[in-house]
């Protein structure tokens, strides 16, 4: 059974960080790319940061570029998002998805709540 799990949301203060984890199983996590996307209440969901399968190759969202970090662990199954100089504006809920190069199939996880806010 295929699961994505994340953890490590919560509310933070502007300027402050944050760690996201992403622990995967069911699936060869190690042949999969794997993104971040976040969706903030009344919009479309968004790409946030993706990492190749080998974690060689790495691109961001604009928004985010010098302030996250993605990046993987293949011995122990799992993604994260480093998040520094959080705004406001980062509030949403963030999801972690992992794709195969070769399979129309993504999996996400269930997300987890990121708020930033005074």
């Known amino acids: 059974q295929v699961q994505l799990v994340e953890s490590g949301g919560g509310l933070v203060q502007p300027g402050g960080s944050l760690r996201l984890s992403c622990a995967a199983s069911g699936f060869t996590f190690s042949s999969y790319a794997m993104s971040w996307y976040r969706q903030a209440p009344g919009k479309e969901r968004e790409l946030v940061a993706i990492?190749?399968?080998?974690?060689?190759?790495?691109n961001y969202a604009e928004s985010v570029k010098g302030r996250f970090t993605i990046s993987r662990d293949n011995a122990k199954n799992t993604v994260y998002l480093q998040m520094n100089s959080l705004k406001p504006e980062d509030t949403a809920v963030y999801y972690c998805?992992?794709?195969?190069?070769?399979?129309?199939?993504?999996?996400w996880g269930q997300g987890t709540q990121v708020t930033v806010s005074s």
């Open positions: 998805k992992g794709a195969w190069a070769y399979s129309p199939t993504v999996y």
């Open positions: 990492i190749s399968p080998a974690g060689y190759t790495k």
